[in-house]
């Protein structure tokens, strides 16, 4: 495993840097026990980062707060005051469950992917996604409870042990990333070193040349947990937001690399030469990871197996969240909407388009879903989006809407479906929160 332990011990007070980080390539060496290179599947064909017929545009800039009014908001008067109401609920009950220390989630434990042991590294994650949720909010969160989540992180970052932990366990990227984006919203200088170090780390433990991968590789370009983990579409869409939030270009070499894997995980035949999308459905929506031969938590829930393994030929279905999460990262990455990736993984979305489920999934992961589709259609810049039918669906008001109505009386949020942590109301009303937050942001962020 790489490490940039040093840099990341030093006080968060260091002076600041450059405000886009500069990433270093990757550097191969002789050898390198981190990965066994045997268990990444070599594609047919050898993707460029730029291939041919890609089409580019200029990619959406970062919007970290909040509009103070509904002007440059494409929503009502109501459904803009319905949203800031229930995240000024939802902060309420943050801010009384914060511990003494400034966070949240301690002394709980998460299980990767059902996979792995459980860790419990996520409290700092979670704190770091709060601070976001307080940060983005600007007048309406508790500034004490922003400020003591904010001195948690830099305390955090500043503890070599506690860093350590974070890099050697099996939880680094899911922390990193959300410490990345949550200092990029805190936004004053000293929690932007923090970002750019955390945006570092990220790039350092990439799946590249570094570890032996190159291009050919299903693992190429993607993000895992930690620890040697195989990656997944959710942690390297963790990392794209982390570098958008921190304003990395979208031309640096780890952005592209990154969205070399995103691409290997759509179902779409013609840019997609791994055999479980040859053999799939060819409807642009996306799976869980492209790695060793794939695997879909949606083929999981059907009985064809998480990896496919029922079937005589093996396919995997797409599911809600992880089209989200790729639809976006594609936008980040500088993809332009026309691209024949993006406009299928649209089309995905206008067929599978509603706020009652994970489509694909049902309840499970329900508020990483919405989160992520919240971020998704903020990032596409679109005020309506139109289903199979070719109903205009105004997004922002049906998801405050979903939100509303599932928000409980103490401002919190719950998801009866216990996979993946969220019937913790922790966790689920920072996801809900969030999202709101997606919700009435500016369109353009010189909008106030």
């Given at each position: 495993?790489?490490?940039?332990?040093l840099a990341l011990a030093l006080s968060a007070s260091t002076s600041v840097v450059a405000a886009t980080p500069v990433l270093v390539p990757p550097v191969v060496p002789p050898g390198n026990i981190r990965v066994d290179a045997t268990k990444a599947t070599t594609l047919p064909v050898t993707p460029v980062t730029?291939?041919?017929?890609?089409?580019?545009?200029?990619?959406?800039?970062?919007?970290?707060?909040?509009?103070?009014?509904?002007?440059?908001?494409?929503?009502?008067?109501?459904?803009?005051?319905?949203?800031?109401?229930?995240?000024?609920?939802?902060?309420?009950?943050?801010?009384?469950?914060?511990?003494?220390?400034?966070?949240?989630?301690?002394?709980?434990?998460?299980?990767?992917?059902?996979?792995?042991?459980?860790?419990?590294?996520?409290?700092?994650?979670?704190?770091?996604?709060?601070?976001?949720?307080?940060?983005?909010?600007?007048?309406?969160?508790?500034?004490?409870?922003?400020?003591?989540?904010?001195?948690?992180?830099?305390?955090?970052?500043?503890?070599?042990?506690?860093?350590?932990?974070?890099?050697?366990?099996?939880?680094?990227?899911?922390?990193?990333?959300?410490?990345?984006?949550?200092?990029?919203?805190?936004?004053?200088?000293?929690?932007?070193?923090?970002?750019?170090?955390?945006?570092?780390?990220?790039?350092?433990?990439?799946?590249?040349?570094?570890?032996?991968?190159?291009?050919?590789?299903?693992?190429?370009?993607?993000?895992?947990?930690?620890?040697?983990?195989?990656?997944?579409?959710?942690?390297?869409?963790?990392?794209?937001?982390?570098?958008?939030?921190?304003?990395?270009?979208?031309?640096?070499?780890?952005?592209?690399?990154?969205?070399?894997?995103?691409?290997?995980?759509?179902?779409?035949?013609?840019?997609?030469?791994?055999?479980?999308?040859?053999?799939?459905?060819?409807?642009?929506?996306?799976?869980?990871?492209?790695?060793?031969?794939?695997?879909?938590?949606?083929?999981?829930?059907?009985?064809?197996?998480?990896?496919?393994?029922?079937?005589?030929?093996?396919?995997?279905?797409?599911?809600?969240?992880?089209?989200?999460?790729?639809?976006?990262?594609?936008?980040?990455?500088?993809?332009?909407?026309?691209?024949?990736?993006?406009?299928?993984?649209?089309?995905?979305?206008?067929?599978?388009?509603?706020?009652?489920?994970?489509?694909?999934?049902?309840?499970?992961?329900?508020?990483?879903?919405?989160?992520?589709?919240?971020?998704?259609?903020?990032?596409?810049?679109?005020?309506?989006?139109?289903?199979?039918?070719?109903?205009?669906?105004?997004?922002?008001?049906?998801?405050?809407?979903?939100?509303?109505?599932?928000?409980?009386?103490?401002?919190?949020?719950?998801?009866?479906?216990?996979?993946?942590?969220?019937?913790?109301?922790?966790?689920?009303?920072?996801?809900?929160?969030?999202?709101?937050?997606?919700?009435?942001?500016?369109?353009?962020?010189?909008?106030?």
């Amino acid at each position: 495993m790489k490490l940039v332990l040093l840099a990341l011990a030093l006080s968060a007070s260091t002076s600041v840097v450059a405000a886009t980080p500069v990433l270093v390539p990757p550097v191969v060496p002789p050898g390198n026990i981190r990965v066994d290179a045997t268990k990444a599947t070599t594609l047919p064909v050898t993707p460029v980062t730029q291939p041919s017929g890609e089409l580019r545009t200029v990619a959406p800039t970062a919007v970290l707060r909040i509009a103070s009014s509904p002007d440059g908001v494409p929503t009502d008067n109501e459904t803009f005051t319905r949203a800031r109401k229930a995240i000024e609920r939802g902060l309420a009950f943050l801010g009384a469950a914060q511990t003494t220390r400034g966070t949240w989630f301690e002394g709980e434990e998460v299980e990767p992917t059902d996979m792995e042991p459980r860790h419990r590294a996520a409290s700092v994650a979670v704190t770091a996604m709060a601070l976001k949720a307080f940060a983005q909010a600007g007048d309406i969160g508790d500034v004490a409870v922003r400020t003591r989540a904010r001195n948690s992180i830099a305390l955090t970052l500043a503890d070599a042990k506690a860093m350590e932990a974070v890099s050697t366990g099996g939880m680094g990227n899911y922390v990193m990333s959300s410490v990345a984006s949550g200092l990029a919203a805190a936004g004053d200088a000293d929690a932007m070193v923090g970002a750019q170090r955390a945006i570092r780390w990220l790039a350092e433990n990439q799946w590249d040349e570094a570890e032996g991968i190159d291009a050919s590789k299903d693992w190429y370009g993607g993000a895992g947990y930690g620890n040697g983990k195989r990656p997944d579409l959710s942690n390297t869409q963790m990392m794209l937001d982390a570098m958008h939030d921190a304003g990395v270009s979208p031309d640096e070499p780890a952005v592209q690399r990154a969205l070399a894997f995103v691409s290997r995980t759509q179902n779409r035949k013609e840019s997609n030469p791994a055999a479980w999308s040859q053999h799939g459905a060819n409807d642009g929506g996306f799976v869980y990871s492209p790695a060793n031969g794939g695997e879909s938590m949606s083929s999981e829930a059907v009985g064809e197996g998480r990896y496919g393994e029922k079937l005589a030929a093996k396919s995997l279905r797409s599911y809600g969240s992880m089209t989200y999460a790729g639809f976006k990262s594609m936008l980040y990455a500088g993809l332009s909407p026309d691209d024949p990736r993006v406009k299928d993984a649209l089309g995905w979305i206008a067929a599978h388009f509603t706020f009652a489920e994970n489509p694909g999934l049902g309840q499970q992961g329900y508020f990483y879903y919405i989160h992520a589709m919240a971020r998704a259609l903020q990032a596409a810049r679109v005020e309506k989006v139109a289903d199979a039918k070719g109903t205009q669906h105004a997004w922002r008001t049906e998801l405050v809407d979903a939100l509303v109505q599932r928000q409980r009386e103490d401002g919190s949020w719950r998801n009866s479906v216990e996979r993946w942590e969220e019937s913790n109301e922790q966790l689920a009303t920072i996801y809900a929160v969030l999202a709101l937050e997606e919700a009435i942001k500016p369109m353009n962020a010189s909008s106030k």
